[in-house]
């Protein structure tokens, strides 16, 4: 707290992790008295750098990047890149942070580190995207490599933004690598990938709900966001004969009691992913359905919740609206959707919780498979991506509850993902020394 008391973000994430992996290392003798939490809540390496670019009206722009270089224990650093007005160091640690739980927990060899700029891109033309993106690797080439860092996307970073980041890169250092992940398809990019967030978060929560002998049919599904994340979560959750009730975007949430179905969502994707515009124009074609202006959507009475919008989304208001309406199953596809309080509510009330360091895994550990691919030089099918994405997902439910279970027979899919990445991340660290 000394040290990073201005940052409340990443206050926020090493306290949820060091609940439940203190006591743990205090059990195990290997991990007691080697200070190795706190050497893994200070970054290896923190990049931070001017970006300078000239808008269409001729006007010369600054904005700040960023790369934080967080653990490389187990391998390159990896991570995202977020473009948005309101990131600043505290956001990103804490996101770098949790990428080294969420990483390891992939079984893949990947590292943590994120990084992104303040640069706002709604309303920005594609020219304007285009430079920014390309100052912006102007000075990232020189920190990055494909067995260095791999950055990939987040909010406001998308395949247009990786496209223009990669094309820089390229010019740069005059060779065609896998230094980025979310390639395109034709130049690099793994099948799935877009997919992978939604699709895995929906594959662990069905992963949960089997724990309880159930699935997604028929059940009520209230997703926040209208991004990459959300899309695929609702694709996903439609295909396992799901309802999805609720989508939303920074203005506000729209519910349709009809249900979102694969028409409609076709048409939330075309909105968001091609006019970049705003969910409430979703009435304009569906006039039967409601806009909620400045909320968001926890209030919908629903059997499971997947917030994948940001962080802090969901408080302990929101969390007693949701187990009060029934809800049985929380799984988040953002990261630190839900605040602290809002878990402690959902713990008391022993519904299925997941974080979004393993229930939203699918999206890295798919970047994983990316760079595998891109190494080998080689390309799997749809299938093959698929099903490994599955399994992955699987595997780190598996991990979840060997270190989550408790003896009533309940989960903390936190403490149980928390203690699972930290083992993984903890030996190699101690094996490699004091560096
Ligand atoms: P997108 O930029 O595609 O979408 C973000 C969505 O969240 C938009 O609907 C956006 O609305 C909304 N949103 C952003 N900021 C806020 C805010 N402050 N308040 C309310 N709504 C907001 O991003 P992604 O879908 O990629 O990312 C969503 C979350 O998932 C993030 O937490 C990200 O870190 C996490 N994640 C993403 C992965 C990926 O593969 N993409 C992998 C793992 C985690 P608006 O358009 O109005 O800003």
Redesign the pocket.
């Known amino acids: 707290k000394e040290r990073n008391g201005d940052e409340p973000e990443f206050l926020q994430a090493v306290e949820e992790v060091a609940e439940t992996v203190i006591p743990y290392i205090v059990k195990h003798d290997i991990y007691y008295g080697k200070n190795i939490l706190l050497r893994m809540v200070e970054p290896e390496r923190v990049i931070t750098f001017r970006v300078c670019w000239v808008d269409d009206s001729g006007e010369i722009q600054v904005n700040r990047g960023y790369r934080i270089q967080m653990n490389s224990a187990i391998g390159p650093y990896k991570g ?1 890149l ?1 473009f ?1 007005p ?1 990131v600043n160091m505290s956001i990103l640690k804490f ?1 770098a942070f949790e990428q080294v739980f969420k990483n390891s927990l992939t079984t893949l060899p990947m590292g943590g580190g994120k990084g992104g700029s303040d640069f706002d891109p ?1 309303g920005k033309s594609d020219n304007e995207i285009m430079r920014f993106c390309h100052a912006f690797m102007g000075e990232l080439f020189r920190h990055i490599g494909p067995n260095t860092d791999v950055p ?7 395949s247009r933004e990786i496209g223009f980041l990669f094309g820089m890169y390229k010019k740069l250092r005059n060779e065609f690598t896998g230094v980025l992940t ?1 390639k395109g398809m034709s130049w690099g990019g793994s099948l799935i990938r877009p997919e ?2 939604g699709y895995g978060n929906v594959y662990f929560a069905e992963k949960m709900l089997e724990t309880k002998g159930d699935n997604f049919k028929g059940k009520n599904v209230v997703i ?8 695929y979560a609702a694709e996903k959750v439609l295909q396992l004969g799901g309802r999805v009730l609720t989508l ?4 506000g949430y729209i519910y349709d009691e009809a249900g979102i179905d694969t028409e409609k969502l076709a048409f939330v994707m075309e909105l ?1 992913n091609v006019k970049r515009g ?2 409430s124009e979703y009435l304009e074609s569906y006039p039967n359905a409601t806009f909620v202006k400045g909320k ?1 959507p926890w209030n919908v009475k629903c059997d499971v919740a997947l917030p ?4 802090n ?1 969901l408080d302990e208001a929101d969390a007693k609206a949701l187990v009060d309406n029934g809800c049985i199953c929380v799984s988040e ?5 839900s605040t602290k309080a809002a878990i402690t509510v959902f713990h008391n009330a022993k519904i299925l919780f997941a974080p ?1 360091k393993a229930s ?2 699918g ?2 550990a798919t ?1 994983g498979l990316e760079m595998t691919q891109n190494s080998l030089r080689f390309k799997w099918t749809r299938e093959e991506v698929n099903t490994k994405l599955k399994d992955i997902m699987s595997d780190i439910h598996k991990s979840c509850l060997e270190f989550g279970e408790d003896e009533d027979g309940y989960v903390d899919y936190v403490r149980g993902a928390n203690i699972a990445g930290f083992v993984k991340v903890a030996d190699a660290m101690l094996a490699q020394g004091v560096v």
């Open positions: 995202g977020r948005h309101t996101l709604k990939a996307g987040d909010i406001g970073v998308g979310g992978a967030t926040s966001g209208s991004g990459n994340v959300a899309q939303s975007d920074s203005s968001k705003r969910i968001t994948c919008a940001t962080q989304e596809g953002a990261n630190m959707p979004g939203n895994a999206g890295v970047s």
